[in-house]
C-alpha cells in the first residue's frame, strides 16, 4: 500500500513531515485535512490521531502521529532511499539525538510562538501581541547564540552532514524568515549561514512548492 499523509498545507508540523518525505524521494498520497471545517476534530480523523492534530501517516498498516515520530520512522525504514538523515554510528547518532531534541525542546517552543503571532495571526486577520513578540524574541536569542557556537564548530547541527537534527526546523525557520525575526538569524553569521543551506535545499523547495 502506497503511504499516505494527512494535512494542512499550512501547518509547520504536516512541513516537517512533507520536508522528510522529499529528502527520503518518497512517493506517497497527500490528503489535505480541511481544519477550518474540524475534520481534524472528526471521529474518522480521530481514529488517526486522537489529539486531534495534523499530520497523520499510513504506511501499510501503522498508522503514526507527531511529526517527529514521524520523520524518525521514514528516516529508519528507508535507509537506501534519498538523503540519509540519520548516522549508523551510535556516538555520531547521540548527538544528532541531543539536537533533535534541542529543536524540539528549546528552538520550536518559541520560534513557533513567534510565528504564531508574526506569520498566523496577520493571514488570520487577528491582531499580533508585541509584548508576547519582545518576549519570545529574547528567549529565540538566546537558543540561536548557543546554535551560533555549534554551528562555528561544525557545519550542521549534528556534524558534518544534513540529517534530522537540521530537517526539523524548516518549517518555522519558512515563516520566521517572512518577519522581522528575520533579522536574530541575519545578527550571526553562522546562523544565517545554516539557515540559507538548508532553506535553499532541493528537496525542501519540492516539500513547499508540490
Known sequence: MAIKLYGAAASTATLRAKACLAEKELDYEFVTVNMG???????????RNPFGQVPALEDG???LFESRAITQYLAHAYPDNGTNLIIHDPKKMAIVGVWIEVEAQKFDQFGSKLAWELAYKPMFGLITDEAVVEEHEKKLEQVLDVYESRL???????????????????????????TKAKRLFDARPHVS????????????VKATTA
Open 152 to 178: 562555528s564548530e561544525s557545519k550542521y547541527l549534528g556534524g558534518d552532514c544534513f540529517t534530522l537534527a537540521d530537517l526539523h526546523h524548516l518549517p518555522v525557520l519558512k515563516y520566521l524568515f517572512g
Open 37 to 47: 471545517n474540524k475534520e481534524h476534530k472528526t471521529p474518522e480523523f480521530l481514529t
Open 61 to 63: 498498516d501503522l498508522k
Open 193 to 204: 549561514a545554516w539557515a540559507a543551506e538548508i532553506q535553499s535545499r532541493p528537496a525542501w
